[in-house]
C-alpha cells in the first residue's frame, strides 16, 4: 500500500453487525466548536499518542483532502455597491448546489422542482467568475459579474463534518497490543489529552468499546452496592439479627487483595471477566 501515498489503509477487527465507520480497539471522540483548532489539536494528540507502548495504527477520521473552492468576499467593496453577504451566497447556492422552487404532481407521485445552473455554467472557475449580481442600492442598477467582488481560492477541506451531543468532533482511533489492557490505554489517552491543555469548549468523550468498559465499571459499582445490601437483607431476615450478618459479610473484602495479588502474580488483566469473579 506504500505505493498510494493518497490511499489511508487501517487495520481493525471484523465487526457482525456493520456500522459503517471503524471498529478499532479504542475509539474516542474530540469535540469543539472550530474545526481548524480541532484538526490542529488532534495532529498533535496523534503525533503523541503514537510514541505511547502498546498503542498502534493511531489515526484520525477526519481528512481535509476534498478539493475545493473557496469564494473571498471583498465586504467593503460589496457594501459600496448596496450588495449583501446574503445575496452573493443565495445567488450561489442556487446556481451551484441547486434550490427547490416548487412541485410538480404526476398521478400520485409528488416531485420537487430544482433551479439549477447547467453543469457547464457551475463546474469551473471561470464560469463562476462570470456570474452576474443585480444592483439595487438606488444610486445604480444593473448587472455586476461576480468576480468584481469576490476572490477564488482553491483549497482542501473534509469529506463531510460530523458532530456529537451539537459539537463539530474529530475521532481518534488505535489499536491495541496484545499485552495492552483497553483500561490502561484509556487513561494514557486522558493523561494525554490533559497534557495538551485544551481550551475551554474542548473535550475528550470516549465511544464504542472503550465507552462500554466505562459505562460497565460505573454500573458494576451501582450493581456490587445493591448486591451487598439484599445480601444484608436477606442474612438478616435468615439469623433475624442485625449485627450477625455484618460479620459474615466482612469476609468478603478479606478476599480481594489475595484475588488481586493472584491476578498481578499470573500477569492477568483486570478485564470485565475478572471483575464479575
Known sequence: ??????????????????????NSDLQFNLTGPDLQKLTSYADELIARLATTNGLADVDMTLANRKPELRIEI?????SQFGLRIQDIADTLRTLVGGEIVGTFRENDDLYDVWLRANAKDRSTQEALE???????????????QLVNFVNFREARGPNQIDRFQRQRKVTIVANLATDKALGDAMKDSLDTVKALNLPPG?????????????ETGQNFIIAFGLAMIFMYMILAAQFENFVHPISIMLAVPLSLPFALITMIGLNEPLNIYAIFG
Open 130 to 144: 462570470d456570474v452576474t449580481l443585480r444592483l439595487n442600492n438606488g444610486a445604480s442598477t444593473g448587472l455586476v
Open 202 to 214: 474542548y473535550g475528550a468523550t470516549f465511544t464504542g468499546r472503550a465507552k462500554t468498559l466505562q
Open 1 to 22: 500500500l506504500a505505493q498510494f501515498p493518497d490511499v489511508r489503509s487501517s487495520v481493525q477487527l471484523i465487526s457482525n453487525i456493520s456500522s459503517g465507520g471503524r
Open 74 to 78: 471583498d465586504r467593503e467593496k460589496a
